[in-house]
């Protein structure tokens, strides 16, 4: 019988420092954005084309979907791009004086 390649503990046939060798997937996050009342709908529209790669129709259902709802997922990423994003969206959202607020969350 051939040992099952899916199984952690099958994997070595039973050698015990097998284990270590397993490689964890990476944990992905959402980048969300928050509704307010005064970032203009033109300049979300403009973020979710240039921070995260959506084409204008996908942006603009993104951008009502966060201002009927209160939020809305800009996409998902590692730990390390999440972050960054959030850093550059908010550097520029601030830099236009617009309150807008990205947070992360673990899919
Ligand atoms: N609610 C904003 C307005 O009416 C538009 C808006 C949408 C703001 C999405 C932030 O994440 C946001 N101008």
């Known amino acids: 019988m051939s ?8 994997i070595d046939g039973g050698l015990a420092l097998a284990k270590r060798t397993q490689t964890k997937k990476p944990a992905l996050y959402r980048v969300i954005m928050l509704n307010d009342d005064y970032t203009p709908m033109e300049f979300v529209v403009l973020i979710l084309q240039r921070f995260f790669g959506h084409n204008t129709q996908t942006a603009q259902k993104i951008m009502l979907h966060v201002h009927q709802k209160g939020v809305g997922v800009c996409g998902v990423y590692s730990y390390e791009v999440a972050e960054t994003k959030i850093n550059q969206v908010m550097t520029f959202a601030r830099q236009n004086e617009h309150p807008l607020q990205l947070q992360m969350e673990k899919e």
């Open 3 to 10: 040992p099952n390649k899916d199984k952690p503990e099958d």
